[in-house]
């Protein structure tokens, strides 16, 4: 992360998408974005107990330290993430310490590297990559999601439950999102039929594989060593701690 000049303290933060997939009249095209150092004021979202309740609290101190004028919206999810780890050092600084099976567990935020987007991948610029599905055959394209289409689907899956209380759609509703059409028909409802009536167990998976292979984004686990000598994949918990370590959630 470069300086940058501002009235404020800012840092500059590189998008692990490069801006690729953003349209170029995007200021996120440029594959940065500055933001400023945590102040008072963004303890006071910290503290909003609306904001926790609704769940918006970290989205609302993100955008408050985006210093550069874009759509959060428009975010990609593994752009958002490294904002997210940036924002903490930022605010309280590299060291993030958290309970994991009753260990006291330190992880050097600075050590986290992002997950490139291999460039040989992107067709014209678009956030649109091509899959065949290995069991059916069916050529099928996906995008990465964004924050805007993370908010739609936490919307509909809440719908889902008020209609039936122990629904549980999260993959194929997620999957609805990602995929943007089937053997070249990108009709939102022929997409939507295909997943719920067509789409093969072993197909999904080694679709979600594939997009998680290549989506750029922060790698947000690292390798703990426990007693015996081998090593653990460990996530790192993001909650309102890791932001405000005095909250003590």
Do not use: C
């Amino acid at each position: 992360m470069a300086e940058t000049k501002h009235q404020f303290p800012t840092e500059e933060v590189t998008l692990p998408s490069k801006g690729l997939l953003y349209p170029e009249s995007s200021p996120l095209s440029k594959g940065v974005i500055t933001m400023k150092y945590m102040t008072a004021r963004e303890e006071d979202i910290l503290t909003n107990q609306n904001l926790i309740a609704n769940g918006t609290v970290i989205d609302k101190l993100i955008e408050s330290l985006i210093v550069t004028p874009i759509d959060y919206n428009d975010l990609l999810v593994g752009d958002k993430n490294a904002i997210l780890i940036a924002a903490r050092i930022l605010g309280y600084g590299k060291d993030y310490e958290f309970n994991y099976n009753g260990e006291e567990i330190s992880v050097d935020l600075t050590s986290i590297e992002d997950k490139p987007l291999d460039e040989s991948l992107i067709k014209e610029g678009k956030n649109e990559f091509n899959f065949t599905l290995p069991t059916s055959k069916k050529e099928v394209t996906f995008k990465f999601l964004s924050h805007k289409d993370e908010k739609a689907i936490d919307a509909e899956l809440k719908g889902l439950k008020k209609l039936n209380k122990n629904a549980s759609a999260e993959v194929s509703t997620r999957l609805k999102y990602l995929i943007t059409s089937v053997d070249n028909d990108y009709e939102k409802s022929t997409i939507r039929e295909f997943v719920d009536t067509q789409l093969l167990a072993i197909d999904s998976r080694a679709l979600r594989n594939y997009i998680a292979d290549i989506q750029p984004d922060t790698n947000l686990t690292f390798k703990h060593e426990v007693s015996n000598g081998d090593f653990i994949d460990i996530d790192i918990p993001i909650n309102l701690n890791f932001f405000w370590p005095d909250a003590q959630i």
